[in-house]
């Protein structure tokens, strides 16, 4: 893997890190109330679609090993242009539902990588 496809990739697992460490302990009444964390939250998913972007642009071939690639750029660009309808419910699932399997899904790319060495 070339190291300029390495680091957008690592930038996805630190930002999936940072999500699961600032959630870590709560559920959704507790998220909503947070003000703090939900803007980090919401700053590391832009991450996540921002470095996954730059992806699809450099190794379109890499990105289509994400699954719903489209849809988590999609999911950032609401946060950056539609802040005004984000739903606190809608972020809570992702991170339940989504998010881990995409860390392990980027993270096993970069592993694979790391054996290939």
């Not at 489209?70 to 242009?81: D, E, G, K, P, S």
Request: glycine residues 4%; contains cysteine; proline residues 3%.
């Amino acid at each position: 893997m070339l190291d300029e496809a390495k680091a957008p990739l690592f930038d996805m697992v630190q930002a999936c890190d940072l999500i699961l460490d600032f959630t870590a302990g709560k559920d959704l009444a507790a998220y909503r109330k947070d003000t703090y964390c939900k803007s980090a939250v919401e700053r590391q998913f832009q991450i996540v679609g921002e470095a996954l972007n730059r992806l699809v642009k450099k190794h379109p071939d890499m990105a289509e090993r994400i699954p719903s690639c489209r849809t988590i750029i999609n999911f950032r660009n609401i946060l950056v242009h539609g802040y005004d309808r984000i739903e606190d419910e809608v972020v809570w699932g992702i991170i339940r539902a989504h998010l881990p399997a995409l860390r392990s899904t980027v993270l096993q790319m970069l592993q694979e990588d790391v054996g290939r060495s």
